[in-house]
């Protein structure tokens, strides 16, 4: 082989794998890659966590607790200035607006969320060259993603009673395939609704309560792929395919605050709330289709807005006990393993890269913990921000985006 063929070849080599390793770290939706808290099996971690991390860039972008998404280079942030709801575009190397598409979306809080501002909450989702965003009144927006040109909106008003739930809407839509699925609504009215990503038309619905704060996951349980989410008033199992409602279980808290999105490991679906145990269900099929049959119950530790993640066999999650509680359980039979001291905050975003459990409390305090370790003592502890942090961290192969009251920035490892 000539030297010319080799450095073409080397070189053709060296783009494959840095196309593979941009691919690696996108964190394109709520949760990561695959929505559960974890980052893809090719990001790449520092090899030590440093005692310091270098803010390498910010930009105001206005307010909210969105969480950024990624893909390649271009980090995406959904954020309100004023009475417009706003997406980003913004190079992930030094902080660049790319784009940025506006649209008015005036909103009355409710007196009782004064103190979390007027969103928006939901998390983008990005696929297959769209952005999609769900804004705290219940306008659903695609942009192309390139471009950041609005292709479709709709808007629920002529629908539902009211259009969002009490606190605004949370609740961060999901793509399955070619369909952008949503829950969208109100109060005790609303529905669960499947559209073409591609132009917004309804391809399924199953209406009833309204949604939750909670998102939706996509899973395979009981030999059936289905949507579950929580509503206002239970979980549920729809068919991801024609939108059938596969098995309920009544579900609520106070306040009607279902908050936490189900989450998923070896089979198990584990559901929590404020003042409910935390449950995990196993669905069997019968003759009247899916059962849900409790696999285990942990009566002392609830959650309130904090979804847990699980890593190496053990869910890790907040309890608003002892004024913000870490915990590990198994997540195979509900014991549990560790109960940090307290004084946790009240929310913790909890993300798992690079075989470290991260923990972004809302005092902007970014925690590494060791998560196949005897105790949940942090190796690590940064400060991000000097306002509250209640937008999930983006990790990345360069550091961690991080969303603050007003800013949005990178903090390089």
Avoid at 113 to 134: C, N
Wanted: proline share 6%; glycine share 12%; hydrophobic share 40%.
């Amino acid at each position: 082989m000539s030297s010319q063929r080799r450095t073409i070849l080397s070189i053709f080599a060296t783009v494959v794998v840095t196309a593979a390793a941009v691919q690696a770290q996108d964190w394109p939706q709520w949760r990561g890659p695959h929505r559960d808290g974890a980052a893809g099996a090719g990001f790449q971690a520092p090899e030590a966590w440093p005692e310091t991390l270098r803010q390498a860039w910010q930009l105001e972008v206005g307010t909210g607790h969105s969480s950024p998404v990624l893909a390649g280079d271009t980090v995406y942030v959904f954020s309100r200035e004023g009475d417009d709801e706003v997406a980003r575009a913004v190079a992930l190397a030094d902080g660049k607006v790319e784009w940025r598409s506006a649209y008015p979306a005036p909103y009355q809080m409710d007196q009782a969320a004064t103190a979390h501002g007027k969103g928006p909450k939901s998390t983008p989702v990005l696929a297959g060259g769209r952005l999609h965003t769900l804004g705290i009144s219940g306008i659903l927006s695609t942009f192309d993603a390139a471009s950041g040109k609005l292709l479709w909106q709709r808007s629920f008003g002529d629908r539902f009673k009211t259009t969002s739930p009490l606190y605004g809407t949370a609740s961060s839509p999901l793509v399955d395939g070619d369909r952008l699925i949503a829950n969208v609504g109100g109060h005790h009215d609303g529905a669960l609704i499947a559209f073409d990503a591609a132009t917004g038309d309804e391809v399924w619905a199953l209406a009833g309560d309204g949604p939750g704060y909670a998102s939706p996951i996509v899973r395979e349980l009981g030999g059936r792929r289905q949507v579950i989410t929580q509503t206002d008033q239970h979980v549920v199992g729809v068919d991801v395919g024609d939108g059938t409602l596969l098995w309920k279980i009544p579900f609520t808290t106070p306040y009607d605050q279902n908050s936490v999105t189900p989450v998923e490991s070896g089979g198990l679906l584990i559901v929590a709330g404020l003042e409910q145990p935390t449950r995990a269900y196993r669905l069997t099929a019968g003759d009247g289709g899916l059962r849900p049959e409790e696999a285990w119950t942990h009566p002392d530790l609830d959650m309130y807005m904090s979804t847990p993640v699980v890593v190496g066999g053990r869910l890790f999650g907040l309890s608003p006990k002892r004024s913000g509680q870490l915990f590990a359980l198994d997540a195979a039979a509900g014991k549990l393993l560790h109960a940090a001291e307290g004084r946790g905050g009240e929310n913790a975003a909890l993300v798992v890269a690079g075989g470290r459990l991260l923990v972004l409390n809302d005092r902007a305090e970014l925690l590494v913990i060791d998560p196949g370790g005897d105790s949940l003592t942090p190796e690590r502890r940064y400060e991000v921000s000097k306002s509250a942090t209640w937008a999930h961290p983006l990790v990345t192969g360069r550091g961690v985006v991080v969303k603050d009251k007003t800013h949005v920035a990178l903090w390089a490892f």
